[in-house]
């Protein structure tokens, strides 16, 4: 008899055996401050800044509370402006200290196993802020970007999400047409668009349009998480909500 078929995003006793014996050859250290246990110790995740309002109730970049105190109804100028593709977005911390720490060891360091502790901090901001989204949907990173860092860090942070909140994954209904340089690098928001323009493309899909939750490391000006909402509303698919695991502010 073959074994049973494994359902997406349901540990296996293998993997977690695979994981207990990777932690005693690699033990967990903080990213933060080096201790040994945990990927993010609890005095550096209590050091982290957490996004809280008053914030943008679109982009969630913070903004000032007025007088008669903050409002979380209140929309920045620029997403009143310019609105995003995107309804919402929202993060657990800002990109700094230990928060920063994760990301990189996730993206640049290879510590892939980072992207749990990261989606248990994702999962908490989602269980209190709960979109109305069916499905989850990863960023995708361009072929040449996927290959040599072995793995996308947003479908890893995806995957674990989707195992703790129970939500489906979306399968590959983005693709990335060409990889943009690192956001920072671009000076303005001009700049910025024009690095995201026609990446991002929707494949044909026979399932019917779903209301998704972009998934993302880090949110920096908001465009790439802008462009990829606006191919999938365009092709049908939407509403768009986006969660990352850390913005910066
Ligand atoms: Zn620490
Ligand atoms: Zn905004």
């Avoid at 997403?79 to 657990?92: E, G, Q, S």
């Avoid at 000076?187 to 493309?201: H, K, L, Q, T, Y």
Wanted: hydrophobic share 45%; with cysteine; charged share 20%.
């Amino acid at each position: 008899m073959s074994p049973p078929r494994q359902a997406a995003g349901v540990p296996s006793v293998l993997s977690v055996t695979w994981e207990r014996a990777l932690d005693l050859v690699f033990p967990r250290r903080c990213v933060g401050c080096g201790a040994f246990g945990d990927f993010m110790c609890e005095a550096c995740l209590a050091a982290v800044p957490r996004a809280q309002p008053p914030r943008c109730r679109v982009c969630w970049m913070p903004v000032l509370s007025s007088a008669e105190g903050p409002s979380q109804a209140e929309t920045c100028e620029r997403c009143r402006l310019h609105p995003p593709a995107f309804k919402a977005a929202r993060c657990p911390f800002v990109y700094a200290g230990a928060a920063r720490e994760a990301v990189h060891a996730l993206k640049y360091d290879g510590l892939s196993a980072v992207a749990g502790t990261m989606a248990e901090a994702m999962a908490a901001s989602l269980a209190a802020w709960r979109p109305p989204v069916a499905a989850l949907l990863p960023v995708p990173l361009a072929g040449g970007r996927r290959r040599s860092r072995g793995y996308n860090q947003s479908e890893l942070l995806a995957r674990e999400l989707s195992r703790l909140s129970g939500l489906p994954l979306a399968g590959r209904l983005l693709v990335r047409r060409k990889a943009s340089p690192p956001q920072a690098r671009a000076a303005d928001e001009s700049a910025r668009r024009a690095n995201v323009e026609g990446a991002f493309a929707v494949r044909r899909s026979a399932e019917p349009a779903l209301p998704l939750l972009l998934i993302d490391d880090v949110m920096t000006s908001g465009v790439t998480l802008d462009a990829c909402a606006r191919a999938l509303v365009t092709a049908g698919h939407g509403p768009v909500y986006a969660l990352t695991f850390a913005r910066e502010d």
